[in-house]
């Protein structure tokens, strides 16, 4: 069945460590999204990328980064500049730009501080 | 600074109640607004509105919008334990790709 494939389902860091989320999709999509949700405050949106090999900042990118060097892979890692990583992480996809086709989301991993 | 307020907040409701979830917007270039439903994990994909006045229905679901007072509408009747959910709205624009997300409705409904 297509669909998106985020891990692991949860994740702990320590002080000082980067680490990095897996979103994997399987629906052809071209555009991909990482968000963050912390409780009482929607989803935020961290980077999108549209095409393979490029990539922009959404509005809260400090802290994190990512690469797009295939079509069905969207990798985020959380670097420990992010002096909050703690949070619920989802990934999307869409086939097209997001405000013209739904977006499609992963289970989410979610992410404490250790 | 582009803006999703959603209302209210929280909601709490017993099986059979009707329900109504707001969703306003100030935004610029706006393109399209978007329901979803979020239980424990993926947000699930509702409805896309890009014409003001048209109705959308899903069974016991429906939402419309209105693009001159800037906001949406999500109805929800004769509800069900299993409607229990994060409601999130969020808007896109014309000029980005990328969507913009209100802070969610928390709905419970008690049996």
């Known amino acids: 069945d297509g669909g998106i494939t985020q891990s692991p389902k949860y994740l702990f860091r320590k002080e000082g460590q980067n680490v990095t989320l897996s979103c994997e999709q399987n629906?052809?999509?071209?555009?991909m999204y990482w968000y963050r949700q912390d409780p009482g405050q929607g989803l935020r949106l961290i980077y999108y990328?549209?095409?393979?090999?490029?990539?922009q900042k959404g509005d809260i990118a400090e802290g994190y980064s990512v690469s797009r060097e295939k079509k069905e892979s969207f990798p985020l890692t959380v670097t420990s500049a992010q002096k909050n990583p703690t949070a619920f992480y989802l990934c999307?996809?869409?086939?097209?730009?997001?405000?013209?086709?739904?977006?499609?989301f992963g289970d989410g991993t979610r992410l404490s501080i250790l | 600074e582009d803006k999703v307020v959603q209302s209210p907040l929280s909601l709490v409701v017993h099986e059979g109640d009707t329900v109504t979830l707001n969703c306003s917007y100030e935004?610029?270039?706006?393109?399209?607004l978007l329901w979803y439903k979020q239980e424990k994990k993926a947000p699930t994909f509702l409805f896309m509105l890009?014409?003001?006045?048209i109705e959308k229905k899903s069974g016991r679901l429906s939402s419309i919008l209105d693009k001159k007072e800037l906001f949406s509408i999500l109805n929800i009747t004769a509800t069900q334990t299993g409607d229990s959910a994060i409601y999130l709205c969020?808007?896109?624009?014309?000029?980005?790709?990328?969507?913009?997300f209100g802070q969610g409705t928390i709905l419970t409904v008690h049996p």
């Open positions: 935004v610029t270039n706006f393109r399209s």
């Open positions: 999307a996809s869409s086939p097209g730009q997001g405000a013209y086709q739904p977006q499609h």
């Open positions: 990328s549209q095409i393979v090999n490029d990539f």
């Open positions: 629906l052809n999509h071209d555009a």
């Open positions: 890009t014409s003001s006045g």
């Open positions: 969020a808007v896109g624009l014309l000029s980005y790709g990328k969507l913009t």
